[in-house]
């Protein structure tokens, strides 16, 4: 039940990104079903929750490391969950009515949704490396709600700032949490929870206190990470009434609640929270009253109360906790209700401006008169939910808990935020709802339709409810809650409206009154006055924010570019081989390396004589890469050789194979590209080539060339005589047959034992293989490489001097017996390439090496006959192939699981087959087959690719020829 | 047999890591394919240098490092193989279009 609580959001978000983005109605119904299942699931687990139970759901994920799926459920857990699900219902009702349908709706609801999931999930974790993950995609989505209206620039700009700002208290969080994990030993949130005092007498203690509230702190907006609260305004306003009243800046405040009952208590939780919260409380709500947009009014007004909530939690007494819990849950109905009735006036009349906007009473009297009620409570109204956790806020504000200024300063403070308050409230209600007939709105404002206001009535009933009977409706529910965060230390506690005359009747009393003078004298200033609050109108959080992040990320990074980086490859290149150099160098010298003692004697004169040639190819190579491209390409090929001798002279023949033919097509790839490549002509007479500093970089060239080389060539050296260790080569070589049923014990390693690797090898060949596909796609060769090659236009020319040929004979004729040869040599191949792999398993060969002799098969077509010939005669489907071998090869692998084996687990048996006799029949065969067709494919999409691009330019060319003629004749 | 083939491995680095630092691409992609022959080499030279005695066992048989050269590196070394083919392909692709695009086959995009 906790999992489909945790999994249906996701479910649902899934599925509602795939309805149609004009279909908005159908994603509102789902994304309302999930909501309510959500609901109804929360609600019947209640009796266990209520019982003092914990639930629990375990799945191992990765034990080793002390990472489990745990879903946990207790009062508390609950309480949020069914907030969010409860509020997230509401919203979506309301959404419904508010989403304007040229928006992609199904989008919103996707990502709602996925919003409910990462909360949901947020408040149910039982690990806390779990909780950082939700955590983390708390943030991303709600990064990706606020810039739902991505064409907007405010919304693009509020979206990254609240991403940046809590990301990164993000991840000062996750660090925190692990440090937890570090000190527990464990994180498992039971474990953690029960371990409070080896947490607070930890040295790390203060760290991980600073790291924790760093996460929390930006997450709930406190000061002076307030600042991106405000700019989230720009979202959709569901989206405003659903995270930046009711979840995601509670996510904060989760955290400390959640985490309260083993940190709280020192002195350092006391002052840092403490400090944050009451300036929050205060300046929240100061800027409050100054706001003219209607959802920056709230969304200030909210930073006041997440403040209010911290400044409870921060006390550190059992009685503030109760009065946190319970605020949080009153601050989401009023505030949530408030932010629907902002966007109805905002829907229905086209502006937010509250100077703009009077007199609507009138025209929307239903939805005033809500508004009224929720404000009221936003302002500490009694008879209303949100008086009576204020009261509760005062009581706890005048007792002492420690002894310093913070704690004298609090009940001062307290009274003059909840003044502040009542003005702000009544500044909202009076300049929206009172006053003269608006006029030249955008739109002639009229109520909303009926279930858009719903929602509204709904929470402000709850208002209404809870503030005259509380013991009786939220109380249970707030007691359940409260013991699952306090347990032992849940002191006793009244809900009553009436508590008698007391202190903090006094100071309600005080608010109201002060409230409402000081918006009497203020009323005249605010109609008129521009956006925000005097004095701190200058000191932007914003604008300090934008400039951290212009000096950080341009003015720095450009300049740390400027002076320590290069665009250009060159020198990257030489600090790189420099560098590896010199570490290697340095290792080895410091480590006592000694070279082993030359031994000439055991030289073969044969093979020394074999790599003298290789060495002159390598050298010759380099010589000629510059100006005699083909020459080079001759040499390179050449050491490509020598090496494929070596394969085959040190009992490798499988790589011999492999090696040989991977030769051939690299060779024939290369040859096709030369064509592309500009010209260049050596010119011995040009002095100014050769100048002082460009000997000396050669020079420096040479020197790092040569030391790699020395390097490399002692180090291998060394290596290779000396004794070779046990390791674990005897246990494949024990196994291959027993247990892989291969005797080529190379191909059993690719294929089986190692079968995972190959897997993702060849997935990179695939992906490799499309790159080059895709690149070629939008190829553009270079003008001048655009003309017909040289020799072809000499045959063309032959061909028109001669009356009795047509154009192109001679380039038909060209190479006429080798083609033929080579047409015949198709079905030969084709055979040298089957015989390769089914021999596979036991003797050398193998998929790779099949593959790819059968792509060489091919592309000796496309030489012979020319790429039109062979694309009219053959089926040539490389990507297909590909697929099918990709398809193949994870089809083997998953089919172990029909059997109950681990993935790629493979079978052997051997079949007999009339003619050809015994063969490995391995289920790896079946893998192997799919490695042959992804290499054969791969192989000839990048060779055919690049083939086209001859066959294309001048297609090309005669496209644009015939249009100027179509152009001329018309 | 050792001094030879570490002799070449050095010979076919110093080759591959000079026209690694030329200015033309086509000079790096011979480069880049000399080093690769180099590092595969190297890596196989690790299982030692055995003359007869390929990884074949016989049908039913087992086999040990007395009578059969090391299979590691052989499979590490012939997946290198091919990995370094499509390396290639991609980087000749990549350089033909850079050419293409930028009109010069300096590795800078400009001279």
Redesign the interface.
């Known amino acids: 039940m906790l999992l489909f609580l945790a999994l249906a959001p996701f479910a649902g978000s899934l599925a509602a990104i795939c309805i149609p983005t004009d279909k908005g109605t159908p994603a509102a119904w789902l994304s309302g079903g999930v909501a309510l299942f959500c609901l109804a699931a929360a609600a019947a687990l209640y009796p266990i929750v209520a019982s003092g139970e914990v639930l629990r759901y375990d799945v191992n994920w990765l034990p080793e490391l002390g990472l489990n799926f745990t879903l946990r459920m207790d009062g508390f857990a609950w309480m949020f969950a069914s907030l969010v699900a409860a509020i997230g219902l509401l919203v979506v009702v309301y959404a419904r009515y508010y989403m304007s349908t040229s928006d992609p709706v199904p989008r919103f609801f996707s990502l709602f949704l996925a919003f409910m999931g990462a909360m949901l999930g947020l408040v149910l974790s039982g690990n806390l490396v779990l909780l950082a993950i939700f955590w983390e995609l708390t943030s991303i989505i709600s990064f990706l709600l606020i810039g739902y209206w991505h064409q907007n620039a405010h919304a693009r700009e509020g979206a990254r700032m609240a991403l940046t700002v809590t990301g990164t208290g993000g991840l000062c969080m996750f660090v925190g949490l692990m440090l937890i994990g570090h000190i527990v030993g464990s994180y498992d949130l039971d474990i953690v929870l029960s371990s409070g005092d080896v947490i607070r007498n930890d040295p790390l203690y203060t760290t991980v206190l600073i790291l924790i509230l760093l996460g929390a702190l930006t997450k709930s907006a406190q000061f002076p990470f307030h600042f991106w609260l405000p700019h989230a305004m720009a979202a959709p306003t569901p989206v405003s009434a659903y995270l930046h009243s009711a979840t995601l800046v509670k996510a904060g405040i989760f955290l400390l609640t959640r985490l309260w009952p083993v940190m709280a208590g020192t002195d350092a939780w006391f002052w840092i929270v403490g400090l944050a919260g009451l300036s929050t409380l205060l300046l929240g709500a100061y800027f409050a009253i100054f706001q003219q947009d209607m959802k920056g009014l709230l969304a200030y007004s909210t930073i006041s109360h997440l403040g209010l909530i911290t400044v409870l939690l921060s006390l550190g007494s059992p009685l503030a906790a109760v009065a946190a819990i319970f605020h949080t849950m009153n601050h989401a109905t009023f505030k949530a209700s408030l932010f629907m009735a902002a966007g109805i006036i905002d829907h229905e009349t086209g502006t937010r401006d509250m100077r703009r906007l009077s007199g609507l009473f009138k025209y929307m009297p239903f939805t005033a008169t809500l508004a009224m009620v929720a404000s009221a409570s936003m302002a500490g109204v009694p008879l209303l939910n949100g008086f009576l956790s204020k009261e509760m806020f005062f009581a706890e504000a005048i007792e002492t808990h420690k002894y310093n200024i913070l704690d004298t300063v609090t009940p001062y403070v307290a009274t003059l935020a909840s003044m502040f308050a009542v003005t702000y409230s009544l500044r909202f209600i009076h300049s929206v709802f009172f006053g003269p007939a608006p006029h030249d709105l955008p739109k002639m404002p009229h109520e909303p339709p009926r279930w858009m206001r719903a929602p509204i009535e709904f929470l402000v009933l709850a208002c209404l409810v809870v503030g005259i009977v509380p013991s009786w409706t939220i109380g249970p529910f707030l007691h359940t809650a409260v013991k699952s965060v306090l347990g032992e230390a849940t002191p006793v506690y009244s809900l009553a409206v009436w508590h008698g005359w007391n202190l903090p009747l006094l100071m309600s009393l005080i608010a109201l009154v002060g409230g409402v003078g000081l918006f009497l004298t203020m009323k005249s200033y605010l109609a008129t006055s521009v956006e925000g609050p005097p004095f701190f109108r200058r000191l932007e959080g914003q604008r300090i924010f934008e400039r951290v992040l212009v000096t950080l990320s341009w003015k720095w990074a450009r300049s740390i570019e400027m002076r320590a980086g290069t665009?250009?490859?060159?020198p990257q290149?030489?600090i790189l081989?420099a560098v590896a150099l010199l570490a290697g160098s340095i290792t080895l010298l410091t480590q006592g390396f000694k070279p082993a003692a030359?031994?000439?004697r055991?030289?073969?004169p044969a093979?020394?004589l074999i790599?003298l040639i290789?060495?002159i190819c390598?050298?010759g190579?380099?010589y000629q890469?510059?100006f005699h491209?083909l020459a080079?390409?001759v040499l390179?090929g050449g050491?490509?050789l020598?090496?494929c001798i070596?394969?085959v002279?040190?009992?490798?023949?499988?790589?011999a194979v492999?090696?040989l033919l991977?030769e051939i097509?690299?060779t024939v790839?290369?040859l096709l590209?030369l064509r592309?490549?500009?010209k260049?002509i050596e010119d011995p007479d040009d002095p100014g080539m050769m100048t002082m500093p460009v000997r000396l970089r050669r020079l420096r060239?040479?020197v790092?060339?040569?030391f790699?080389?020395?390097g490399?060539?002692?180090v291998?050296?060394t290596?290779?005589?000396r004794e070779?260790p046990e390791?674990?080569?005897?246990y494949?070589?024990?196994?291959?047959?027993?247990e892989g049923g291969g005797?080529?014990?190379?191909n059993v390693?690719?294929v089986d034992f190692?079968g995972f690797?190959?897997l993702g090898?060849i997935a990179?060949?695939c992906i490799?293989?499309l790159?080059?596909f895709a690149?070629?796609l939008?190829?553009?060769?270079?003008t001048e490489s655009l003309e017909t090659p040289e020799q072809q236009r000499l045959q063309n020319a032959f061909d028109d001097e001669h009356p009795d040929r047509k154009t192109g004979d001679s380039i038909a004729e060209y190479l006429l017996v080798p083609s033929v040869i080579m047409r015949w040599m198709f079905p030969v191949i084709g055979m040298l390439a089957a015989f390769l792999f089914f021999r596979g398993h036991?003797?050398?060969g193998g998929g790779?090496a099949a593959g790819?002799a059968m792509s060489i098969g091919f592309i000796l077509q496309y030489m012979a006959g020319g790429t039109r010939w062979v694309e009219e005669r053959l089926r040539i489907h490389p990507l297909r192939w590909m697929a099918i071998g990709l398809v193949i090869a994870t089809a083997t692998g998953l089919g172990s699981w029909l059997f109950g084996y681990p993935f790629l687990t493979s079978h052997a048996q051997y079949v007999s087959l009339p003619i050809i006799g015994k063969i490995p029949l391995a289920s790896a065969i079946l893998f192997d087959l799919g490695v042959f067709s992804l290499?054969l494919g791969?192989?000839v999409l990048?060779l055919i690719?690049?083939a086209h691009q001859s066959v294309r330019a001048p297609r090309a060319q005669a496209i644009r020829a015939a249009r100027a003629a179509a152009k001329e004749t018309a | 047999m050792e001094l030879v083939l570490s002799a070449g491995i050095g010979v076919l680095t110093a080759s591959g890591v000079w026209l690694l630092f030329r200015p033309r691409t086509y000079q790096v992609i011979i480069g880049l394919s000399l080093l690769s022959y180099a590092v595969n080499l190297f890596i196989f030279g690790m299982g030692r240098l055995r003359v007869n005695a390929p990884p074949l066992l016989e049908p039913g048989g087992t086999g040990g490092l007395l009578t059969h050269t090391d299979p590691i590196p052989q499979a590490l070394v012939l997946t290198a193989i091919v990995i370094g083919f499509a390396m290639t392909a991609l980087f000749l692709v990549v350089l033909l279009a850079s050419r293409g695009f930028t009109g010069t086959d300096h590795v800078d995009g400009r001279e």
């Not at chain 1, 939008?778 to 270079?782: D, G, K, N, V």
């Open positions: 665009r250009r490859l060159q290149m030489r081989i030359f031994a000439l055991s030289i073969d093979f020394a790599w290789g060495m390598a050298v190579a380099a890469a510059k491209r080079a390409l390179l050491a490509g020598v090496t070596t394969f002279w040190l009992s490798a023949p499988d790589l492999t090696q991977v097509v690299t790839l290369i590209g592309w490549l500009p260049r060239d040479l790092i060339a040569l790699s080389g020395i490399m060539m002692l291998s050296y290596m290779m005589s070779m390791a674990i080569s005897s494949f070589l024990e196994r291959a047959y027993k005797t080529n014990v190379v390693i690719l190692r690797d190959t090898e990179v060949l490799v293989a790159t080059v690149l070629l939008r190829f553009r060769p270079a036991d003797l050398p790779f790819i290499v791969a192989t990048i690719a690049l």
